[in-house]
């Protein structure tokens, strides 16, 4: 799915999107890396400008506030997420290779997603709400647990799977994705691959038809 077809499904759903260029995506980087360091409230204007090496006025010339800084930020992110969750569904006719395949897309893209955890978190747990980030939000989950529903039912379709709950167990899987990148957070030394590799084992064990003994 094209970065131009995911931004057209967000306008649909009345987010205003507008393309970054190269400074604003610059500015954005180094905002998520602060974003995912302190909270929300501490972070000023000037610690972005700071840490980009920029003076503030440029920050403003890109983003009318932090909060607009913020809410692109994550859309961004989010964005990111969304067109590989896009590119996964395309290129991928078997549900067990596609399945795989979003695994191995979480591993690959473990940092952003362990910065988008730790920011949407304390974003939670802030006093200002952003109704374009709340949807956002909405959004990336509605898709990560889809793409995993979608390939657990074609699945189960075609034989391949035994008859389980594909929306329930695709929640689990993404609860127990986002406890892996939280534990990441707090846990020295914690090895996300790793950890991502277990969740997938006792994912295809949930899934696997009971072999049948022979007398």
Not at 171 to 183: C, E, Q
Not at 188 to 209: E, G, M, T, V
Request: with cysteine; charged share 25%; glycine share 4%.
């Amino acid at each position: 799915m094209a970065r131009s077809k995911v931004r057209r499904g967000l306008e649909t759903s009345n987010i205003k999107v507008s393309r970054p260029n190269g400074q604003a995506e610059k500015l954005m980087k180094v905002a998520i890396e602060l974003f995912s360091q302190r909270d929300f409230a501490s972070i000023t204007i000037k610690d972005i400008a700071c840490a980009a090496d920029v003076n503030s006025a440029l920050i403003y010339y890109y983003f009318k506030s932090k909060e607009d800084l913020f809410r692109e930020m994550i859309e961004n992110a989010i964005l990111q997420a969304l067109e590989n969750y896009g590119k996964l569904k395309a290129r991928h006719s078997d549900p067990v290779d596609m399945i795989d395949d979003w695994f191995d897309n979480n591993v690959q893209m473990s940092a952003l997603i362990r910065q988008l955890v730790k920011i949407m978190i304390d974003y939670y747990h802030g006093s200002a709400r952003i109704a374009s980030v709340d949807t956002l939000i909405r959004r990336f989950y509605k898709e990560e647990t889809g793409i995993v529903a979608a390939g657990i039912r074609h699945g189960i379709a075609k034989g391949i799977f035994q008859h389980v709950d594909a929306d329930r167990m695709a929640r689990f899987v993404s609860v127990h994705l986002d406890g892996i990148m939280v534990a990441a957070m707090i846990r020295p030394n914690f090895d996300i691959p790793s950890a991502i590799a277990n969740l997938r084992q006792i994912f295809w064990h949930c899934l696997s038809k009971p072999t049948r003994r022979v007398a």
